[in-house]
């Protein structure tokens, strides 16, 4: 009798072990399509066996066995693949983010437009270019003005577009703190409940999945450590501080940098000590603003003011329409705030930008036919109206150290004066006497202005120095000449941009590519196969009617036996 009561009881047991299994079968297939689901598989093992093994046993054939049972639902995962998906994780937040903040920065040049700096500087160029041949036009002079007040347009349009984005980042860095806190709490809640599920001899498999998931997103923010103790914690640290311990989650914040007071870091607002970020989103987010954006900005600065002080020196160079040495075109450099950038503080001169005689102070004209070897200044206007020919040598060709010897030679009488020695200073000015040849350290007739930086030889023409357009072809070649030119470093920064454009680019396709890789790897682990779920769901029903057989015929054995007492 006993025996037929506990053959009930152990088909009952099987009757509920394939239930289960066909219960975590389902969960499988209901979760085929969440890609944080890990597989789940039901792991039998045979019941205790009867009886155990004792003093008071009958003697028989030995134990009989009770059974089925379900040992554990085990959550399938390869710990190690995991691993390598979270730390891969990290470096495909960083430049996904990175490539982002490059293609907005290629966004705010705009090259090539019809409507950014370079367009501009072509159209400023082209200007001058119509004023050396109508020096003495009035539109070809206003179209001069307005185009240089398109170029400060565009010059300072881009610049309040990179500071508004850099600024826009500091709100990018506050906003993934939060989130960053977010996730953690919500970790550290995950750690109570998975130990409390492990504590009472359960697998909290779909828990750990939701915590995965979480960490995983976490990693893609910036880079993390972690282990798991004996109770199940997930213990997370950053840069070496706690920011998930247990249940208790430590929150991050924006500090100021104690190196760099312009700029916020994030820090561990326990401790209030930095967090040194390495990886993640939000280690592109701060290299774009701090090297990206800044050294952009400052680049761009540093064109700016090449082109005022090149541009402005050259214009003194030139005689205006009333005949007077030319002025600065643009504010100088030296009467510029120090605090404040030299884009956000660049205007024309007034008295360029003065719309009463503006025009007429642009200096159209010139005496020299290359500004780049000597530069002069005439006192006497009226009366000097021959032609020079100024030569500039070195009087030890070795020695790069060496003094120059001007010679000047008046092209009108074929007289020639000099030589007349000079140090090797920058703007180093004497004066000639044209009537007598003398060279002088005051002011003479002309001043002349040597540059000392290399020799050469330029005609002055001081009776065409008015109208003759020489300096403004001079003043268009600063933007578009033979080598090094304002043009030219503009195109280096905009190539460099898009030169790290392109870079990220490619380390995110190779990021894609070797995320994708371990995903799949990971996906034939521990994904559902609906194929592999449908031949488990017919094991599990056939095993499940069989056990419901096997309680049939026990029933009918009670039936008998019932009947013959």
Known sequence: MNNIFSGLHLGLRALETQRKSLDVTGHNIANANNENYNKQRAVHKASYPYTAPGLSNHGGAGQFGTGVEIETVERVKDQFINSQIFNETQSAGYWTEMQRGLEKIEYIFNEPSDSGIDTAMNQFWNSLQDLSNNPGDDAARNMVRENAYNLIDSFQSVENQLTDYKESIDQNLNNAAVNVNEITTKIADLNKQIVSVKGSDQSPNDLLDERDALYKELNSMLDV????????????????????????????????????????????????????????????????????????????????????????????????????????????????????????????????????????????????????????????????????????????PNDDDSDYEVTVTNLETDVEFGPHTVKKVDNYTIGFDTATGNFTDVAGDINFNITAKSEGTAVVNLDEAIGNGENANALSDIFEKDGNNIKSEFREIITSVGANSSRAQRMVNNQEVVLKQLNTLDRSISGVSLDEEMANLIKYQQSYAAAAKYINKTEELLDSLMTIV
């Open 225 to 396: 450590q972690s282990r798991e103790d004996e109770q199940g914690n997930l213990i997370i640290s950053a840069d070496g501080k706690q920011i998930v311990n247990d249940s208790d989650a430590y929150e991050l914040e924006m500090i100021e940098d104690p190196d760099n007071a312009d700029r916020m870091i994030l820090g561990h607002k326990k401790t209030g000590s930095p967090v040194n970020v390495k990886n993640g989103k939000i280690k592109a987010w701060m290299d774009v603003r701090d090297e990206e954006l800044t050294v952009n900005i400052e680049k761009l600065n540093n064109l700016a003011e090449n082109m005022v002080k090149e541009f402005n020196t050259q214009h003194r160079a030139g005689y205006d329409s009333d005949g007077n040495q030319g002025g600065d075109f643009f504010k100088s450099i030296a009467s510029m705030d120090g605090d404040q950038t030299v884009i956000s503080q660049l205007v024309l001169d007034e008295n360029i930008a003065n719309p009463d005689g503006g025009l007429d102070k642009i200096a159209a004209g010139n005496t020299v036919s290359d500004g780049s070897v000597v530069g002069i200044e005439k006192i006497d206007t009226n009366d000097i109206t021959d032609k020079f020919e100024i030569d500039i040598r070195k009087v030890d």
